[in-house]
């Protein structure tokens, strides 16, 4: 179905994600800005957000008629979304299918076998607009069937993605304080390369900021729209400590409540804590990974024991819930690496934690190179790869020279009876941040 003045129209598709407990938690963010863009330059766009359908229930007459479906790939869910596109396929034959996200990026040939008749890498606003502007002067075979989109370098030319009339905001459950959440960006990308991380294949590039000013317009409209609540999703919202200091300072009148992710050495930095929590900021996110110095330098994580510590309890000490993220069973992970971590888990300051298995995700060095790490097997079926699932479920895939699966099991079992002796918290247990 063509859109108005025969232009193509784009519906794209979020998918549900049955492994987890609540996939509505927050509307699919990376699509509003999609669809935001992609108006902006024209066309029609909608979203079809799928969370929550059983898979089993799965259909294209849940699809709105479209001569352009995109939709976002994820590994855990990828089979479900090889399976959908075969139907959309065989339901709308003349239909385009583009697929993107990160299980596209890290493995495109893969993707494109099922069906898909163009593959995006990286980030797709340029290249969507791109292929609707083939497909508007009907051009459809010079779409190249994969894409690899440059990183946006200027951030604050981007449209602000527009929720209105694309996601029915009341349908999500994320809370801080008991209030709706919204979501936004103020970065991307990431200036570290942390081994283990899977952000890295969406070949984002380096670490590119929006300006202060563009951050505090954004969140300004969502105040003047009633939000006061917000997740900030950078990778490390503190990447810049000025420049989040600045933002610190403009959001500070609105009376907000934010969380954010970032790194334990810049909470270490003096004052950046105070400064977070007088501007409304309740709950910080840190990826620890270990508290063995060795481990850490395995993982490329650049970090010292001494200033994960610092770091936290500046934190604490300015008011701020601490979450913490443990990742078990890296190449090169031991009995004693274990007890190390262990070990130095109680002079934390931490609310809640989190720990999960080493995944080797698609498209990552230890994917890519698993001799190199000395990993002997990695598990094929992507539909394990979930960091958290039902009841705390996760997936233990990969084995080394020196241990298995069921090692990395009993190692993560450590981890989880450690949280409850100490009284911490499994990820959004008390509630307050979810």
């Not at 030319?157 to 994320?174: E, V």
């Not at 609105?254 to 105070?274: S, T």
């Not at 850490?296 to 994960?308: D, E, F, G």
């Not at 992507?382 to 699966?405: D, V």
Request: hydrophobic share 40%; charged share 25%; glycine share 8%.
């Amino acid at each position: 179905m063509l859109g108005k003045h025969g232009a193509p129209r784009v519906v794209l598709v979020n998918l549900p994600v049955p492994q987890i407990d609540d996939d509505q938690r927050q509307a699919p963010g990376g699509l509003v800005a999609l669809a935001t863009y992609v108006r902006a330059h024209g066309y029609e766009a909608e979203i079809c957000d799928l969370a929550g359908t059983p898979a089993e229930q799965l259909t294209p007459e849940h699809l709105p008629e479209a001569e352009v479906y995109g939709l976002s790939l994820y590994t855990a869910t990828c089979y479900l979304a090889y399976g959908f596109a075969a139907c959309l396929r065989q339901a709308r034959p003349e239909a385009f299918l583009v697929a993107g996200g990160p299980h596209a990026s890290a493995v495109p040939e893969e993707v494109l076998a099922h069906g898909f008749d163009a593959v995006v890498c990286g980030e797709g606003e340029e290249a969507l607009v791109a292929i609707l502007d083939h497909l508007a002067r009907g051009e459809r075979a010079a779409v190249p069937d994969l894409i690899r989109a440059r990183p946006i370098e200027d951030l604050d030319a981007l449209p602000f993605p527009d929720y209105s009339g694309l996601c029915d905001m009341r349908r999500y459950s994320r809370r801080i304080a008991g209030l709706p959440v919204m979501a936004l960006d103020s970065s991307r990308g990431c200036a570290n390369r942390c081994r283990f991380c899977n952000s890295r294949v969406m070949e984002r590039g380096c670490w590119r900021p929006r300006s202060p000013e563009s951050v505090l317009q954004e969140v300004r409209q969502h105040h003047e729209a009633g939000w006061r609540a917000f997740r900030f999703n950078d990778d490390s919202f503190l990447a810049d400590r000025l420049r989040a200091s600045e933002i610190c300072r403009l959001l500070r009148p609105l009376d907000l409540k934010f969380r954010i992710f970032c790194r334990a050495e810049d909470l270490a930095a003096p004052g950046l804590c105070d400064a977070l929590a007088e501007a409304g900021c309740v709950h910080v996110g840190v990826g620890i990974e270990s508290l063995d110095p060795s481990m850490l330098a395995r993982m490329a994580k650049a970090q010292r024991v001494s200033v994960i510590q610092e770091g936290l309890a500046r934190a604490r000490a300015a008011g701020l819930l601490t979450r913490g993220f443990f990742i078990v069973g890296f190449p090169g992970e031991t009995d004693e690496t274990v007890a190390r971590t262990l070990d130095a888990l109680p002079h934390l300051a931490l609310d809640e934690a989190t720990c999960y298995p080493c995944l080797p995700y698609p498209g990552t060095d230890l994917a890519v190179r698993p001799s190199s790490y000395g990993i002997t097997w990695i598990d094929p079926d992507y539909s394990k790869y979930i960091q958290a699932g039902h009841e705390r479920s996760t997936g233990y895939l990969l084995a080394t020279r020196s241990f298995g699966p069921e090692q990395v099991r009993c190692w993560r079992d450590q981890f989880l009876q450690a949280f409850d002796r100490l009284g911490i918290a499994w990820s959004d247990q008390l509630g307050i941040v979810t």
